[in-house]
């Protein structure tokens, strides 16, 4: 909610201050990402003390850099970092630990990473997108405007990977959850009790 929160006050002002409301919390949320992927599969309720100074530190170090360097590709190269470590996480999750969640997985990953893809087009190619824009049919322009894909695509497959992150901990805690689709249409994870012996 924090990146949100923070997009939209970038979105609503376009301003520099704002700006970072929108784009630090990207960095935030994808550290818990990574902390909650790599601390799923253990049964006792403990601080990864390690990891979580590194991710902690990471945080504090690309928040300070990026406040005195204000150079938005530090930013990209830092978030997609940390997204690669979380595809990477995600693979091998489903690929070895539980390839039944594969579906759930790939389809997070892709849909992110399409959101990811398409922003860093519209950040590259701005200027000639927009000149484009102006020679198309109004519907034509709307569709490609790739930054608010990016916001769409990104959010959803957010969502998707936090189902697979509760699925995976639920699971490994022996729980036993179930994808259901909400009209069939929006998943969402119900999470039944383990069976008593």
Known sequence: SAVGLGSWCFHMTLKYEMQLLDELPMIYSCCVFV????????????????????LITYSFVVSIVYLNLKEPV?????????VSIIVLR?????????PWLRGLGYTSLTVFLMGFFLWNVDNIFCDKL????????????????????????????????????????????????????????WPVLLVESPKKL
Do not use: D
Request: with cysteine; charged share 15%.
């Open 35 to 54: 902390y909650c992927l790599y601390e799923c599969f253990k049964y006792k309720n403990t601080v990864n003390y390690p990891l979580l100074l590194l």
């Open 90 to 98: 995600s693979v091998y999750i489903v690929l070895w630990v539980y």
């Open 74 to 82: 530090f930013h990209q190269i830092m978030y997609g970092t940390l």
């Open 130 to 185: 927009r000149a484009l824009r102006e020679k198309m049919p109004p519907v034509v322009g709307a569709v490609t405007q790739f930054h608010a894909w990016w916001h769409i695509l990104t959010g959803l497959g957010s969502y998707l990977h936090i189902l697979l992150s509760l699925y995976t901990r639920t699971l490994f805690l022996k729980h036993r959850p179930k994808v259901k689709f909400v009209f069939g249409i």
